[in-house]
């Protein structure tokens, strides 16, 4: 998996110029990665209900077959679409699972696994996320796409520089910025008043 | 808060961020110049990264690469090697100082739920793992935490996986063949000892597969006992007296009424982190009720163990496919080949497979058990089975009683398959009755938006958004499709099954298009019964791509494999027509002259088209290959380019050629009406044969539009018994019409083509051909010209009464259209 890198972004190349073969391998590669590389795992679901990898793959093909006549630029490129895609099947998921049958809760998800300092006391609600990202989209749309690739497709500091032709510096301060107010939006913290308005 | 405030915090943000962090504060206070909302919300924000931080809010999980373990000493466990890496974490093995074991640790890396309540249920789950014990499944001893590692200790099994062993076989024996009969029933009988162990416990493996299963012991000592003595024994049974064991039951989920979601869920997660390595690894095994995401039960790992099974005997995966969706798809619809089992394999085990790998659970065997015992029905009814066995004895009655039983599952079994068989082999017609059909995939919202299934194609394009993809999963459907908005219908891993629209009956099109936006048609298998296969009147925008259209019982009268007409008066908005990579096929044989045939053409377009036939192979129409008119009162603008094209045995009842450019029937043509229509109409690197010897009079008749004709290869085209027609006369290429028709003063230059054995001209002008024609730089198949059949007939060129010589030279010297060797 280490070197895949550069696999990809040949694959990228061969599938913009019309190799199929080359699609299948590179879509192949890149659920790995999504799934490797994104900061939103899927929990708790109920048992039947689960995000189940068919699903996705189908999903992603539909979504990704649109693309077909996209100039893939490089792997980096592709994968900060592909996060996006990511987030949209998520959360096209979750909100149909709640117009369904059960009300309230909708997908849960939690942020990172990784570390066991301090998580979010519950696990946060994807569609609360989707729509935090899109009120940071609002003021600064730059920043929110950031998150997305961040969250949704991991995507290194490098990597976004290189999709937003900015310099990893830049992008970090960006994504610390977007990453305490996305935060902030999401923690069940008490409200201050002075603030929000 | 709005963007203009936003702006400003923003600004400060970067501006504070590029100090070192204690100058920060300073940095804030002198950077707000006494705005103390600006500094406050900067400084909450600040605060809110701290606190994000510390949670590890929107890290990645496992960036980093996990450093290795080995010599690492983990808890009690002193690591030792590194034994592989699956989708769940990596495998070492290890010594257990306490118990003075070697064991095997999984590292669970990026999967650890992250509550201790989570983790309570994580830890009953292994709980009930561990308590599996059975000879034939690898044992889970605990999970293991510390030093911030959480590992399952699992019994460590020597030996090769069955996977390993069936590709030791493959690769060693040629033609690639399966394991020897007699191990595969002593393996298989393991296998299913050790899912009926857990599946009594209500475990589900969900992941069976042939890397899962290790040989343990004397494998290949090449010792020939006990049961299954079968005929393919001689060739080298290895099995001796050896274990097999089932790993990975760990990632089971356990089927419980009650814990809908507690013990059930943690398994999930687990599971949810081997999906990238399970998708790819185990997509083969993957029952179809798993692939399509739905519930599943005992059933799939009987499902799997067919698949285990079959590859055993084969030596090849029951389904395979490039990549994991034509996996997936393969295992939704496709069908194993049922003709790689080995000739001596028995009957009864052929059913028992059979059984296994019904696609409707409802169908399969309902219990492991009763696999198990048909298995030993089967190795019963094996000849040559029946000398000694050590494993016998005691049972033996019971073996002999259930496998009574088991022969008269076997019968259903038998009964059910030859129906299912049945339809299938009927023909494609009546596959649309099965029950199990595929279902269709849409996307329900402009942009891709989502994922939704319907029950018909016809009801997915209902339901599309307009610009919206339907995909289809392999197998047949009995539609005929009528397509009012603008989409893409496709099939779904092309290269695994067909996906074949056949309606029944003979409707007037299979396909009809009835929209002006853009309809694109994907690796689609069209049968056409009836007058067309598809067809797009007015102004359509239509694209078939990797599509295969083929006559099925061709009506006598007039049909089409793909028309395009666009004919309305007054001229309307142009139509669009792409053919791409397709093979269309009209399946009508060649017939005595005085055999009336049925008068299909593979493509069609007239009018005001705008239309490229290219890279597609065109074979056994009953009228022209390719035909492409005027509008019927003779005005209008046609474009189309006939690129890179495969085409042979074309069979034109009149005989005229195999691609007819020009006005519509000279039959119905006045000497008063003047052709005014325009266009261009270029025909490059095609390949023309006429290799089923039929008196075609031309390859190309072209009356009239400007164009090209060009690095075509004419191969032996034109045969001795080529006749004059009311249009033409004979000749690999005929430009102009027969008759004194006025036609507009155009012509395609006739340049670089191989125009090879013909035995009348190569190329022959009409009588009155007004237009010089550039006809240099051709090779005529030898320096002097083509093979002629008679005096003046086998002659490069024949120019009509009153008609414009062409250019003719140079000509070239050697074969040119593939190449610029011509010396031209």
């Given amino acids: 998996m280490a070197d895949s890198r550069h696999e990809v972004t040949q694959l990228l190349r061969a599938w913009t110029t019309g190799d199929l073969d080359a699609r299948d391998r590179a879509l192949e590669l890149l659920y790995r990665e999504l799934r490797r590389r994104a900061a939103v795992h899927l929990r708790r679901e109920r048992p039947g209900h689960s995000l189940q990898p068919t699903a996705l793959v189908h999903e992603a093909y539909l979504r990704l077959d649109g693309q077909r006549q996209a100039a893939w630029q490089n792997r980096a490129h592709f994968l900060a679409v592909a996060s996006q895609m990511m987030r949209r099947i998520l959360v096209d998921r979750a909100r149909a699972r709640q117009t369904g049958k059960r009300a309230g809760r909708s997908q849960e998800v939690t942020l990172d696994a990784a570390g066991d300092v301090g998580q979010l006391h519950d696990p946060i609600d994807l569609l609360d996320l989707d729509a935090a990202l899109e009120r940071l989209a609002a003021l600064d749309a730059r920043k929110s796409r950031i998150a997305v690739m961040r969250f949704f497709g991991g995507l290194s500091l490098e990597e976004m520089g290189e999709v937003l032709e900015l310099s990893s510096r830049t992008v970090e301060r960006d994504w610390q910025a ?20 | 808060m709005t963007p203009d405030e936003w702006r400003a915090i923003d600004r400060v943000w970067h501006a504070v961020l590029e100090r070192p962090e204690p100058e920060r504060p300073a940095a804030l206070i002198e950077l707000c110049a006494g705005n103390e909302a600006l500094r406050h919300d900067v400084e909450s924000l600040l605060g809110h990264l701290a606190r994000a931080s510390a949670a590890g809010f929107g890290t990645a999980p496992g960036g980093a690469a996990r450093a290795s373990l080995v010599g690492r000493r983990i808890g009690p466990y002193a690591v ?61 001893y605990g999970v293991h935490e510390s030093d911030g590692i959480r590992a399952l200790v699992l019994e460590l099994v020597d030996g090769e996986t069955l996977a390993e062993r069936i590709a030791r076989h493959a690769t060693t024996s040629l033609p690639p063949r399966g394991l020897p009969l007699a191990d595969v029933i002593m393996i298989a009988r393991q296998i299913a000892e050790a899912i009926e162990a857990a599946h009594e416990r209500g475990i589900i493996h969900r992941d069976l597969k042939p890397a899962n299963i290790k040989l343990k012991g004397a494998w290949g000592s090449g010792v020939r006992q006990g049961f299954g003595q079968a005929r393919r024994s001689a060739e080298g049974a290895e099995a001796g007296a050896c274990t097999v064991k089932v790993l990975d039951f760990g990632l089971a989920r356990a089927v419980s009424a009650v814990g809908s979601s507690n013990a059930a869920d943690v398994a999930t997660a687990a599971a949810d982190a081997t999906i990238d390595g399970a998708l790819l690894g185990t997509a083969a095994y993957m029952s179809p009720e798993q692939a399509r995401g739905r519930p599943v039960d005992t059933r799939t790992d009987i499902w799997a163990f067919g698949c285990v099974v079959y590859e055993m005997l084969t030596g ?11 996996v997936l798809a393969n295992v939704i619809k496709g069908e194993p080949d049922w003709t790689a089992l080995p000739a001596d394999t028995p009957p009864a085990l052929r059913l028992c497979l059979r059984r296994c790998l019904q696609k409707d659970a409802r169908q399969r065997f309902h219990h492991i058990a009763d696999v198990r015992l048909a298995f030993e029905d089967a190795f019963e009814a094996t000849p040559g089975a029946g000398d000694s066995s050590t494993r016998r004895g005691h049972s033996e009655m019971r073996v002999v009683y259930v496998g009574w039983a088991a022969t008269a599952l076997v019968a259903i079994a038998a009964i059910a398959i030859a129906v299912v068989v049945g339809r299938n082999s009927a023909g494609s017609h009546s596959n649309a009755q099965q029950s199990a059909a595929p279902p269709v995939l849409y996307s329900p919202r402009i942009g891709g938006g989502g994922t939704a299934t319907a029950t018909t194609i016809q009801e997915a394009m209902d339901q599309v958004a307009p610009g919206g993809t339907v995909t289809l999963l392999p197998g047949t459907y009995a539609e005929m ?12 891993g092309e290269r695994s099954g067909a996906v074949i629209l056949a309606p029944s009956g003979s409707p007037e099109s ?88 049925p008068q299909s053409f593979a493509v069609r377009l007239v009018g005001d088209v705008d239309g490229v036939i290219e890279r597609s192979t065109i074979r056994r129409t009953g009228g022209f290959c390719i035909l492409v008119h005027t509008r019927t009162d003779l005005t209008g603008v046609t474009n189309v380019d006939i690129l890179e094209n495969d085409i042979d045995e074309c069979h034109p009842v009149d005989r005229v050629g195999a691609i007819l450019v020009g006005a519509p029937s000279v039959l119905t043509l006045s000497r008063e009406q003047t052709i005014t229509a325009t266009g261009t109409v270029n025909i490059v690197g095609n390949t023309f044969r006429n290799s089923s010897e039929d008196c075609l009079t031309s390859a190309i008749a072209f009356d009239t539009f400007s164009g090209r004709i060009e690095r075509n290869r004419f191969v032996n085209f034109v045969q001795p018994c080529a006749k004059p027609t009311p249009r033409n006369l004979p000749g690999a290429i005929f430009l102009g019409l027969r008759g004194n028709f006025r036609l507009p003063a155009v012509a395609p230059t006739v340049r670089f083509n191989d125009i090879v054995g013909n035995a009348h001209a190569g190329l022959h002008l009409a009588p009155n051909f007004a237009v010089r024609v550039d006809a240099s730089c051709n090779f005529w198949g030898s320096a002097r ?11 490069i060129l024949l120019v009509g009464q009153d008609a414009i010589a062409p250019v003719f030279l140079p000509f070239a010297t050697a074969p040119i259209a593939r190449s610029n060797n011509g010396g031209c």
């Fill in chain 1, 178 to 197: 977007a990453r305490a107010w996305l935060f902030k939006a999401l923690a069940p913290l008490p409200r201050r008043p002075d603030h929000d308005s």
């Fill in chain 2, 80 to 140: 030792q090697a590194l034994l592989g890496a699956g989708g769940m974490g990596e495998v070492y093995q290890a010594h257990d100082a306490t118990l003075g074991r070697d064991v095997a640790i999984k590292i669970l890396s990026d999967v650890w739920p992250a509550s201790p309540e989570r983790r309570a249920r994580f830890d009953r789950e292994a709980l009930l793992l561990a308590s599996l014990n059975h000879p034939n499944i690898g044992a889970i």
């Fill in chain 2, 316 to 326: 090849a995966k029951a389904f395979a496919g490039d990549g994991f969706a034509e």
């Fill in chain 2, 481 to 492: 499709l009528t397509i009012k908005k603008g989409l893409t219908l496709q099939a779904t």
């Fill in chain 2, 510 to 597: 299979v396909v009809e298009i009835e929209t002006t936006e853009p309809v694109t048609l994907r690796g689609l298998t069209v049968h056409v019964p009836g007058a067309n296969g598809i067809r797009g009147s007015g102004a359509v925008n239509l694209t078939v791509e990797r599509s295969v259209v083929v006559a099925v019982n061709p009506p006598n009268g007039r049909s089409h494999l793909i028309r395009v007409e666009n004919d309305t008066t007054p001229a309307g908005p142009r139509a669009r027509a792409v053919i791409r990579g397709s093979v269309l096929d009209g399946t009508i044989a060649k017939l005595p002259p005085q055999v009336a045939r």
């Fill in chain 2, 785 to 795: 010209g083509p093979s002629g059949a008679g005096p003046g007939d086998g002659d």
